[in-house]
C-alpha cells in the first residue's frame, strides 16, 4: 500500500511559478514510476508529466518546455516545478504512483493516488 500527499498548490497570477510536491509512503518508492494528472472542472482528468523509476521524463505537450518533473528516492518525494503558468493550467494537481515502474499516460495506469491540491492561474 502506498499513501499520496500532495501539497505546494495555491493562487498565482498568469507567468508566475509553483512547485508542487507529493509525498510518498512505503519503502519501495523508488521502483514506482511517478505521475502528476490534473482535472480542471468539467474535464476528464490528463495526464501532465510522469517519470520512470529510472529517471526517464515524459510531458504533455501543453506543458512540455514550462513544467518539469523530478524525484528525490531518499525523501520518498516528488515535484512538478511549473513555470511560466498560464489560466488554463488552473486545475486540481493529482500525485499518482505505478507500481510497474514504467510510466503510462493513462489514468487507468496507475495504482495509487493522492487526494489533490488546487493550483489556480489569474490572468
Known amino acids: 500500500q502506498v499513501q499520496l500527499v500532495e501539497s505546494g498548490g495555491g493562487l498565482v497570477q498568469a507567468g508566475d511559478s509553483l512547485r508542487l510536491s507529493c509525498a510518498a509512503s512505503?519503502?519501495?518508492?523508488?521502483?514506482?514510476?511517478m505521475g502528476w494528472f490534473r482535472q480542471a472542472p468539467g474535464k476528464e482528468r490528463e495526464f501532465v508529466a510522469a517519470?520512470?523509476?529510472?529517471?526517464?521524463?515524459y510531458y504533455a505537450d501543453s506543458v512540455k518546455g514550462r513544467f518539469t518533473i523530478s524525484r528525490d528516492n531518499a525523501k520518498n518525494t516528488v515535484y512538478l516545478a511549473m513555470n511560466s503558468l498560464k489560466p488554463e493550467d488552473t486545475a486540481v494537481y493529482y500525485c499518482?504512483?505505478?507500481?510497474?515502474?514504467?510510466?503510462?499516460?493513462?489514468?487507468?495506469?496507475?495504482?495509487?493516488w493522492g487526494q489533490g491540491t488546487q493550483v489556480t492561474v489569474s490572468s
Open positions: 499518482a504512483a505505478r507500481y510497474s515502474g514504467t510510466s503510462s499516460y493513462s489514468p487507468g495506469g496507475y495504482d495509487y
Open positions: 517519470i520512470n523509476w529510472n529517471g526517464n521524463t
Open positions: 512505503g519503502r519501495t518508492f523508488s521502483s514506482y514510476a
